[in-house]
């Protein structure tokens, strides 16, 4: 099987191609999207092909599973008017490329996963929210995920799309917790905000292997929650990462401390969202990390 992923040096990427290897190992051929060949190559597991744009392809007649998951982090910097057009375009531009290369196929890949968040949904307080959840809040996460995916969706009449509405990603080597890991430490975290905004997580392992899962399965289309089935609340997601580190969590980061260090980027920390993946458990997918307990114990 040969398969074209973009954003394959990312968090994400780097361990689904990891799956991928060593699940299939020699089978699946990989094709990797990359701005720089060299830092892509030494970086990934395996022998895979790295590109620098997709105009080296007429199409994907040559592919059988297209993954997409490139974009720029969304909560890096400050949302400046320029980084928010970065986060858009990031997204935007390179799913029509992809889609545009779909649709001028005469053989296309028979699957197409593409990426999206929990964003989609905007700020939902601690309303439990499945995909058939259609009231969603129009904020700037739900407009850049609202746009990503229905790009994406251009493609079903040439192949099966799904697309991933992610929530946190908690991995050792990446994501949320690299950013946590020093001050928690330290002794040093604690709550944000009010603490009681709920926070929609999901172990990496669990993020690859649902990818995986979906992949396999051909009667699986549409959007997938992919985030696991106990979400917590700020303040028991901080309590219990303290508690795996051996350290308390004392030292709250008030609202208005945030929003004066990340302006309106501070509402994806003081807003929150109890998301459920209920198809992806309708489908069949177990989940190795369902509690934030045994998450951490892996993690640390």
């Known amino acids: 099987m040969h398969i074209l992923i973009t954003g394959g040096t990312g968090l994400i990427g780097r361990h689904l191609i990891q799956a991928l290897i060593k699940k299939s190992q020699p089978a699946n051929a990989i094709t990797v999207l990359t701005r720089d060949v060299a830092k892509a190559t030494s970086a990934l597991p395996g022998h895979i092909n790295a590109v ?35 986060i858009c375009n990031s997204r935007w531009d390179i799913t029509q490329q992809v889609v545009d290369k779909i649709q001028a196929s005469q053989h296309p890949p028979h699957t197409f996963i593409s990426g999206s968040a929990i964003g989609y949904y905007g700020r939902q307080g601690n309303t439990p929210i499945t995909e058939a959840h259609a009231n969603v809040h129009d904020e700037f996460t739900h407009q850049v995920c609202e746009k990503w995916e229905r790009i994406a969706l251009q493609a079903v009449t040439k192949t099966r ?20 890991r020093l001050p928690f430490s330290l002794g040093l975290g604690g709550p944000i905000g009010s603490g009681k905004q709920v926070m929609s997580w999901i172990h990496i392992k669990d993020m690859v292997a649902a990818i995986v899962f979906l992949l396999e399965r051909p009667q699986c289309e549409g959007a997938f929650n992919l985030t696991a089935p106990s979400p917590v609340t700020n303040r028991e997601f901080v309590k219990a990462y303290a508690a795996s580190l051996g350290r308390p969590a004392i030292f709250p980061m008030p609202a208005f401390a945030l929003r004066l260090m990340m302006g309106e980027a501070a509402d994806l920390l003081l807003t929150g969202q109890r998301v459920i993946p209920q198809k992806l458990r309708d489908a069949g997918f177990k989940f190795t990390f369902s509690d934030i307990q045994s998450a951490f114990a892996d993690l640390t």
């Open 52 to 86: 620098t744009s997709l105009d080296v392809f007429e199409n994907f007649d040559q592919f059988d599973v297209v993954i997409n998951l490139a974009g720029e982090p969304i909560a890096d910097k400050r949302w400046t008017e320029e980084q928010k057009a970065r």
């Open 161 to 180: 799309v799904c697309l991933l509405r992610t929530g946190v990603v908690l991995s050792e080597d990446g994501g949320a917790l690299s950013k946590m």
